[in-house]
């Protein structure tokens, strides 16, 4: 599979999930904290899953020395971005419209960011193999609802009209594509490459989850249905990973 193909495929993924997330908002405009909760945990447990079975595992059979350069290399790039790009978790915060018209963009602007890093890790996983990279893009475009769903509530709340909003979920998922090209590219290149291209989508991911998904989560439910929702996620992206 060319790169214009995977390129494609990230594209399709990015946008896909993220603007999934948006039509969902219009049916639950604000959703409980049970639900929101449960659906953020699950997405926790999906990405787990995916980092530790797929890319991780993959990094290591390529090289050890490039995995852990990757995997702190890609932790330290989104402390970093989180820092340039400071945000508040949306989901207990109880502001004006006009606040949480920028608290969606300001989100919108963190997935975009972080949908890159997600795209190398479909990219790479293709210049691994076909089934990997397929794998990878149907459970990240998955995780991706409720990301979008994370973008278009607030701006619901805000005021924003159901078109602009769509349009922007649309717009979080675009670079995906971009990360997708630059993973099937430098994935090729070497063994070497190859694990520290996985590696560093695994330590961009490892941080997303336990940086924004899991605290929120935390706010919004009690322990008990984070950890049960987090299992379920995981059940499902190793079900997935062995099964597609």
Excluded: C
Aim: avoid cysteine.
């Amino acid at each position: 599979m060319d790169w214009l193909d995977i390129t494609l495929i990230g594209f399709i993924a990015g946008t896909f999930g993220t603007s999934a997330g948006g039509l969902l908002s219009f049916i639950f405009l604000k959703p409980s904290n049970k639900i929101l909760g449960i659906m953020l945990s699950i997405a926790a447990g999906v990405m787990l899953s995916i980092i530790f079975m797929e890319l991780l595992g993959e990094a290591l059979a390529n090289s050890y020395a490039y995995t852990i350069l990757g995997l702190l290399a890609g932790i330290t790039a989104f402390l970093a971005l989180d820092n340039l790009f400071p945000h508040k978790h949306f989901v207990t915060e109880e502001v004006r419209q006009g606040r949480y018209f920028k608290k969606g963009l300001l989100i919108a602007t963190g997935i975009a960011l972080h949908n890159i890093s997600e795209g190398i890790a479909i990219g790479a996983g293709f210049a691994a193999s076909t089934g990997m990279g397929i794998t990878l893009a149907v459970l990240i475009s998955l995780h991706n609802i409720p990301e979008g769903l994370a973008v278009a509530i607030p701006l619901n709340i805000g005021g924003v009209s159901r078109a602009k909003v769509f349009g922007i979920t649309i717009l979080a998922g675009l670079p995906m594509g971009i990360g997708a090209m630059l993973g099937s590219v430098t994935g090729n290149i070497s063994a070497g490459f190859l694990a520290l291209s996985l590696s560093f989508a695994a330590g961009a991911m490892l941080y997303i989850v336990f940086d924004e998904l899991v605290p929120d989560v935390l706010e919004v439910t009690d322990n008990h249905i984070a950890i049960w929702g987090i299992t379920a996620g995981i059940l499902i992206g190793i079900t997935m990973v062995l099964y597609l």
